[in-house]
């Protein structure tokens, strides 16, 4: 089974600096045959549901803002908001679809320091 | 403008059953597969049910198999989830959301807003 892990649980940065949040698949989520990571993030706000981020692991979604950034193949995957806003608190989750039971990270909740 | 709105969540004993319907607007519902996804209270994300286009295809999670069943009315452009035999960890809130792609190996690019399901006597 997969597990995706998320690091770190929690993260406080200032505004208008670069927050980084880190996920890690216990198997590689690399497809050969087509050279894609079947890795997506999602941006959770309180009461609301999931909005997505990116897909293929660095394909940002329609409308996403450029200070967000995926990155990453295999196993280790990277989420990068440069220039944080006040509108950028939120728990993120990434999430594989390499796998039949399309597993969640644990998530990760940024809040401004 | 893609719509998912969920509907017939609630309170329930354990060992009862619920429906919850998702009704989808603004796209071709019966081209993608759909998904339900739920969310316990403070805790995170959980995949629970997937179904092709044409609902040929189902599968699920293992802590809902044999009690959850998936399936879709395209007449309709409707999803259900048919939950039995609940118990108080199937307690959460449960969104029905949509994949880009006619694969079971998907994303989510859309999301209802949820519905509160509480197992408890």
């Known amino acids: 089974d997969f597990v995706m892990t998320q690091s770190p649980d929690s993260l406080a940065v200032s505004l208008g600096e670069r927050a980084t949040i880190n996920c890690k698949s216990s198997?590689?989520?690399?497809?050969?045959?087509?050279?894609?990571?079947?890795l997506a993030w999602y941006q959770q706000k309180p009461g609301q549901p999931p909005k997505l981020l990116f897909y293929w692991a660095s394909t940002r979604e329609s409308g996403v803002p450029d200070r967000f950034s995926g990155s990453g193949s295999g196993t280790d995957f990277t989420l990068t908001i440069s220039g944080l806003q006040a509108e950028d608190v939120a728990v993120y989750y990434c999430q594989e679809y390499y796998s039949t039971a399309l597993t969640f990270g644990g998530g990760t909740k940024l809040e401004i320091k | 403008e893609v719509q998912l709105v969920e509907s017939g969540g609630g309170l329930v004993q354990p060992g009862g059953s619920l429906r919850l319907s998702c009704a989808a607007s603004g796209f071709s519902f019966s081209t993608y597969w759909m998904s339900w996804v739920r969310q316990a209270p403070g805790k995170g994300l959980e995949w629970v049910a997937n179904?092709?286009?044409?609902?040929?295809?189902?599968n699920y999670a293992d802590s809902v198999k044999g009690r959850f069943t998936i399936s879709r009315d395209n007449t309709k452009n409707s999803l259900y989830l048919e939950m039995n035999s609940l118990r108080a960890e199937d307690t959460a809130m449960y969104f029905c959301?949509?994949?880009?792609?006619?694969?079971?190996?998907?994303?989510?690019?859309?999301w209802g807003q949820g519905n509160l399901v509480t197992v408890s006597s």
């Open positions: 179904i092709k286009g044409d609902g040929s295809q189902m």
């Open positions: 198997q590689s989520v690399l497809y050969d045959s087509n050279n894609k990571n079947y």
């Open positions: 959301a949509k994949t880009p792609r006619d694969s079971r190996y998907s994303h989510f690019d859309y």
